[in-house]
């Protein structure tokens, strides 16, 4: 089911009602045009109108829609994408189609997910597994991860398995901010350095993840060593690449159990995917 992104051009940042988008000029020149187009992603849920994202004006669609230029500066370096994109455009293509036509024509389209090495929180033969695909530097996913994240692993400590994998679309930072993040796990603080982002008190930049590590008592300088090194940004752009393969075009989007859900949707949306998961 190879298709064009049914967004339209690039990636954005959703909240739970993005169903229409704006341009954002602090967001101009960025998303370029990744090695294949993205398999068509069907909504799981369609979005119930929301109230504006605190300290956003009203009216606010909650849709930042992200030009395809700042995308591949952020995500594809120039000497990455030469080795890649034929090999790319071929697989992706085929491993979408075959997940489709093995799908039953009459349910919704469940989608096969890696969870790869990433981050993950729960039990590992948990009956759901959640993966999301996040930026940083994203309102709305800061929004699920203030409002939503913490009752979703209260409510389901044993039934569910969440990982978080990054998608950084909204600017050059967002990369930076995910190998971070990588590079707090290699001293076994990925998720307190995570909340730390998301809260934002220092907000994002160097002088940030570096206020972050103090904070939670990391080694400062083998964190700065290891983003100076960017061991940990193949990572982050295997997860973009991911993400591109099963269709996503913005964050945050959600697959429970390989059933997708876009934008930072409220409680009670995830509660009922996962009560009919677990019910299954």
Same mark, same amino acid.
């Given at each position: 089911?190879?298709?064009?992104?049914?967004? &339209?051009? &690039?990636?954005?940042?959703?909240?739970?009602?993005?169903?229409?988008? =704006?341009?954002?000029?602090?967001?101009?020149?960025?998303?370029s045009d990744l090695p294949t187009e993205p398999t068509a992603l069907p909504d799981?849920?369609? %979005? %119930? %109108?929301?109230?504006?994202?605190?300290?956003?004006?009203?009216? *606010?669609?909650? $849709?930042?829609?992200?030009?395809?230029?700042?995308? /591949?500066?952020?995500?594809?370096?120039?000497? $990455?994408?030469?080795?890649? !994109?034929?090999? /790319?455009?071929?697989?992706?293509?085929?491993?979408?189609?075959?997940?489709?036509?093995?799908? *039953?024509?009459?349910?919704?389209? =469940?989608?096969?997910?890696?969870?790869?090495?990433?981050?993950?929180?729960?039990?590992?033969?948990?009956?759901?597994?959640?993966? #999301?695909?996040?930026? $940083?530097?994203?309102? /709305?996913?800061?929004?699920?991860? +203030?409002?939503?994240?913490?009752? @979703?692993?209260?409510?389901?400590?044993?039934?569910?398995?969440?990982?978080?994998?990054?998608?950084?679309?909204?600017?050059?930072?967002?990369?930076?901010?995910?190998? !971070?993040?990588?590079?707090?796990? =290699?001293?076994?603080?990925?998720? #307190?350095?995570? *909340?730390?982002?998301?809260?934002?008190?220092?907000?994002?930049?160097?002088?940030?993840?570096?206020?972050?590590?103090?904070?939670?008592? @990391?080694?400062?300088? !083998?964190?700065?060593?290891?983003?100076?090194?960017?061991?940990?940004?193949? #990572?982050?752009?295997?997860?973009?690449?991911?993400?591109?393969?099963? &269709?996503?075009?913005?964050? %945050?989007?959600?697959?429970?159990?390989?059933?997708?859900?876009?934008?930072?949707?409220?409680?009670?949306?995830?509660?009922?995917?996962?009560?009919? #998961? +677990?019910?299954?």
């Amino acid at each position: 089911m190879a298709g064009k992104n049914p967004r &339209g051009q &690039g990636g954005a940042c959703y909240n739970a009602a993005a169903m229409t988008e =704006r341009t954002d000029p602090a967001l101009e020149t960025m998303n370029s045009d990744l090695p294949t187009e993205p398999t068509a992603l069907p909504d799981r849920v369609s %979005p %119930p %109108p929301a109230a504006p994202h605190e300290g956003e004006p009203a009216g *606010d669609p909650g $849709f930042i829609h992200i030009r395809r230029s700042h995308l /591949y500066v952020a995500l594809i370096p120039l000497a $990455f994408v030469a080795g890649l !994109a034929a090999g /790319y455009l071929a697989w992706g293509r085929a491993a979408a189609t075959a997940v489709v036509a093995a799908a *039953d024509p009459g349910a919704p389209q =469940r989608f096969d997910v890696s969870v790869d090495d990433d981050p993950a929180l729960g039990p590992s033969n948990a009956a759901v597994t959640i993966v #999301e695909f996040s930026d $940083f530097n994203c309102p /709305y996913c800061r929004k699920f991860h +203030l409002e939503t994240f913490p009752d @979703l692993m209260a409510a389901y400590p044993d039934q569910i398995r969440f990982v978080y994998r990054d998608f950084p679309i909204t600017s050059a930072e967002s990369t930076i901010a995910a190998q !971070a993040a990588n590079c707090a796990g =290699r001293q076994g603080k990925y998720w #307190e350095f995570h *909340d730390a982002l998301f809260t934002g008190t220092l907000g994002l930049g160097r002088q940030a993840y570096e206020g972050y590590a103090g904070e939670l008592g @990391l080694d400062v300088t !083998a964190l700065a060593a290891c983003l100076d090194s960017g061991d940990e940004l193949e #990572e982050v752009q295997s997860d973009a690449r991911a993400a591109s393969q099963l &269709g996503v075009s913005g964050t %945050p989007t959600f697959f429970v159990n390989g059933l997708p859900l876009v934008g930072a949707q409220p409680m009670a949306q995830f509660s009922q995917l996962i009560e009919a #998961e +677990l019910a299954r």
